[in-house]
């Protein structure tokens, strides 16, 4: 979502004649994008901002003017920290008020040496007020939903993304086509809890993600399709349903299970069980045999005991997961989680992270060792880091590397896999 955005700022920046410098030395505009999700993530902001200093003020000694722009979700948390941790910053404006960037920075043209800080949820939709996406590449994101209701008792997204929104069909639609008119081959659907989408059709009737998913497929020229990220409680049949009838749609869900605990999943006020999440995977694979399903995990929520990781570990082994992302819990200010007296300790949450990883790690290796002799449509992306050789993606999100010029950057090609590694494997066009 991020990066989605970012793209977004760029739009708004080079609509008002901005350029991207080649150094940052350079620059007389620097924004940071950041997220609040863990600790960690809203940290380097601050090591980062400390390091952007001295660069404003060697290019002060120059006679040369920097803005500093923070955006995103530590804004929407932290701007108080902000103002006090760094001074020397411009502006901060949250994830769904960066549209008003132009007008910040107008405002401080004239009015110099003023911090503006803007940490509103308004009414208006951000979506009505950007300008046309003209991402060019062979794959996009496209946000097509917006904050969360679910309030995970872990979880900031609510409190900084604020509640849940869905843009309108038709204006998807017109960002997809137009996406595609620019040579996208890929779109990947985006939103906190994308499932939960209830945009309105042009007759102003409520559709779910399934309709949405079935306007999408008919976009001629369009051949891949993905949506991220899912809430369990959310994938309702209509959906699964999708995973059989649409081709476009990729064999990889992303379907976050957090942990293999009802007890844990229940605290963490997570509406599902461990065995509705069996029974989803089931139908899915019923929808599609070939579907592989990736997740996201929290170690160390409070009150987690041995006994419930050991749950976790044993849906790992039953769902069989092709990919996951896994992460020690953060405490997130004004969360309830936060200060459930029931802490673990920092070296119980590392030990069991580890051993999580260890084996979510070799799942994905016995995986990717699993390609090696299939034949692949690959969605060739960029240069390789060697030269002579360009990556891309696999229909299951594997990065793959091949030897091949250029030319088939953006385009889609069968590549016969020769090896597997952990992080990516390895083909012949
Ligand atoms: N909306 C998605 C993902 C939201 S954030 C969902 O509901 O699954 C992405 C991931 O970050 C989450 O799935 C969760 O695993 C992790 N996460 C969120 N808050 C966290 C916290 N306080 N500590 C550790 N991990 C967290
Ligand atoms: Fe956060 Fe996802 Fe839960 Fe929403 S559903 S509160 S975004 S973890």
Known sequence: MNVYDSERI???????????????RDADLILFNTCHIREKAAEKLFSDLGRIEIIKNERAERGLETIIGVVGCVVQAENEQIAKRAPYV???????????????????????????????FPAESKFDH??????????????????????????IVPYTRGVETSRPIEDILHEARNLVNNGVLEINLLGQNVNSFHGEDKNGREQNLAYLLNKMAEIEGLQRLRYTTSYP????????????????LMPYLHLPLQSG??????????????????????KLKEAN??????????????????????ATMDMVQKVNFIQAFSFKYSR??????????????????????????????SRQLNFNKGCVGKIMPILFESKGRKKGEIFGRSPYMQTVIVKSGTENINRI?????????????????
């Open 10 to 24: 760029a739009a708004i920046l080079k609509n008002m004649g901005y350029k991207a410098a080649d150094d940052v």
């Open 90 to 120: 411009n502006f901060a404006t949250g994830p769904l008020t960066y549209y008003r960037i132009p007008e910040i920075l107008q405002r401080i043209a004239n009015e110099k040496n003023i911090c503006i800080i803007d940490t509103d």
């Open 130 to 155: 950007l300008p046309q996406n003209d991402h060019t590449g062979g794959c996009a994101y496209l946000a097509i939903q917006e904050g969360c209701n679910n309030f995970c008792t872990y979880c």
């Open 233 to 248: 409680a959310d994938m309702n049949d209509e959906l699964i349903k999708c995973h059989h009838d649409i081709e476009k």
């Open 261 to 282: 605990s009802d007890k844990i999943l229940k605290a963490m006020n997570r509406r599902h069980t461990s065995g509705q999440y069996l029974e989803i995977v089931e």
């Open 289 to 310: 045999p070939n579907i592989g399903m990736s997740s996201d995990f929290i170690v160390g929520f409070p009150g987690e005991t041995d006994a419930d990781f050991q």
């Open 332 to 361: 997130r200010a004004g969360t309830p989680a936060a200060v459930y007296p029931n802490q673990v300790e920092e070296k119980v949450k590392k030990e069991r992270l580890e051993i999580l990883q260890n084996e979510l790690f």
């Open 413 to 429: 090609k069968n590549v016969k896999i020769t090896s597997g590694g952990m992080n990516a494997l390895c083909g012949e066009l």
